[in-house]
């Protein structure tokens, strides 16, 4: 490539002459030139929206990329496609969930660096601290960050599955179980609601000794206080992950009417 002869372009939209910058040649033919673009208005208007049509495509790619990942990973942690839906920037705000979304967002913009360590997200049934988790968890995902999903509820259930002669269904859970432990961030849905037997009662406390031990993130909905939910708990060992807890979350209180499809009822 290298630049040859002077020939001043024409503005289309001015009719102005240009100055040539570069012609680019092969074999000694001309086969591009580039002319000094004109300042007039419609000249200058035409450049911006050329740059931002290339921003506009560019930023569509990457959000394809992200929604594939993030799709990948929500399958990884046992989340249906559904729960993509909610992006963190995307939630509607008011006064009963922006303290949450800001703290979550925190969390998610390296929480460390903030001192956040967990988010406890305590409020009423369907009042959209699941909504907040799950935008948490896509948020990740766009992050490349691993994430580890457990409904409460679904806890029991689980344990009784993987001490079952089911050899597919306890490798199942064994990897479910081995992926969400692995995972940068804990999401833990619904706290509180899972059985309290001494079994359920020993996982809960093995993901949060992991969560402590290796530094994960922790993010928790529930009914209930931190301090309400350690009560749930006999003896010693309420007061021992109370200390824990405390010193890992910082609690957000989501109430306000249902919150259903994004809005408020
Ligand atoms: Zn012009």
């Known amino acids: 490539m290298e630049t040859s002869e002077k020939i001043d372009g024409i503005c289309p939209y001015c009719g102005s002459a240009q100055k040539l910058l570069q012609a680019l040649t092969f074999q000694g033919q001309v086969f591009k030139r580039i002319w000094k673009p004109c300042t007039c208005e419609a ?3 035409s450049l911006q929206e050329a740059e931002q049509a290339e ?15 993030a799709r990948i990973k929500f399958r990884e942690a046992g989340l249906p496609e559904t729960a993509l839906n909610r992006k963190l920037a995307n939630l509607q705000h008011d006064d009963h969930n922006t303290e ?14 903030f001192g956040i360590k967990g988010l406890w ?22 992050r490349s960050r691993r994430f580890g999903y457990v409904y409460a509820g679904q806890v029991q259930r689980s344990l009784i599955a993987s001490s079952t002669a089911d050899w597919e269904l306890k490798s199942e859970i064994e990897r479910r179980l081995s992926y969400f432990l692995n995972a940068d961030v804990y ?22 000794n992991t969560a402590i ?10 009914n209930y206080t931190i301090r309400e939910y350690c009560n749930l ?9 109370y200390r824990r807890l405390a010193a890992m979350c910082v ?8 919150w259903i499809d994004g809005a408020r009822t």
């Open 43 to 45: 000249s200058v208007k």
């Open 55 to 69: 921003k506009d495509i560019e930023s569509k790619r990457r959000e394809r990329e992200i929604l594939s990942e």
């Open 100 to 113: 949450a979304i800001r703290k979550a967002e925190l969390l998610c913009g390296g929480g460390f660096a």
């Open 121 to 142: 997200l305590q409020g009423p049934v369907g009042t959209g601290k699941t909504t907040v988790l799950l935008a948490i968890a896509r948020e990740m995902a766009a």
């Open 187 to 208: 999401l833990l849905d619904d706290l509180g609601v899972e059985t309290r037997n001494p079994a359920t009662d020993s996982l809960i406390l093995d993901i949060f």
């Open 213 to 222: 031990d290796r530094h994960k993130f922790v993010c928790v909905t529930s």
């Open 233 to 241: 708990y006999e003896g010693m060992t309420g007061q021992r992950i």
């Open 251 to 258: 609690t957000e209180t989501i109430g306000g009417t249902m």
